[in-house]
T-cell receptor
């Protein structure tokens, strides 16, 4: 049931783009994205719901392919502050159960 | 800004001791969760609650127990700590209204059992 994230780690130069993928073998209702900096709590980035509704509040975009049960997080013109570990959390229902998180993607943005 | 608090932030304790990790939120959220996370690894759900007097075990088997007597409070207890319990424990909460709302995480408790 745990979603699979790829790649496991990414090193970027400031200003470069990155794509982080999250896939599941089960039918998904929603995909959540969080970023966790070292020693800190995970912080919400975005929710993608089945049917196309997207909720988020940062300058980061994402997609949700319901047929393939995949989501991708797009980081454009990366900044140093984007460094951290990105987790996708998935839900197979309308939210009664808690999220199941992937193993994370470590992103490091260098000057 | 999230209003969810965990205490203590760090705890070193001897094997066999009973410990309670505290988690409180002031957002009035009905849903609360406990996740276990080893350094640099994924988050594993160990307990969750839909509201007062409602608790369920998560995906990862855990020897800990939880209670939900008040909406704002969701403590986690280990009756007899062991070195295998060494980990970081993250508490989170979210609204029950609406579908799939965002979760707010506390700063975590880093537990070391010696």
């Amino acid at each position: 049931q745990q979603p699979v994230q790829s790649p496991q780690a990414v090193i970027l130069r400031e200003g470069e783009d990155a794509v982080i993928n999250c896939s599941s073998s089960k039918a998904l209702y929603s995909v959540h994205w969080y970023r966790q900096k070292h020693g800190e709590a995970p912080v919400f980035l975005m929710i993608l719901l089945k049917g196309g509704e997207q909720k988020g509040h940062e300058k980061i975009s994402a997609s949700f392919n319901e047929k393939k049960q995949q989501s991708s997080l797009y980081l454009t013109a990366s900044q140093l502050s984007y460094s951290g570990t990105y987790f996708c959390g998935t839900s197979m229902d309308t939210g009664r159960r808690a999220l199941t998180f992937g193993s994370g993607t470590r992103l490091q943005v260098q000057p | 800004e999230a209003d969810i608090y965990q205490t203590p932030r760090y705890l070193v304790i001897g094997t066999g001791k009973k410990i309670t990790l505290e988690c409180s939120q002031t957002m009035g959220h009905d849903k609360m969760y406990w996740y276990q996370q080893d350094p640099g690894m994924e988050l594993h759900l160990i307990h969750y609650s839909y509201g007062v007097n409602s608790t369920e075990k998560g995906d990862l088997s855990s020897e800990s127990t939880v209670s939900r007597i008040r909406t704002e409070h969701f403590p986690l207890t280990l009756e007899s700590a062991r070195p295998s319990h060494t980990s970081q424990y993250l508490c989170a909460s979210s609204e029950a209204r609406g579908l799939n709302t965002e979760a707010f995480f506390g700063q975590g408790t880093r537990l070391t059992v010696v």
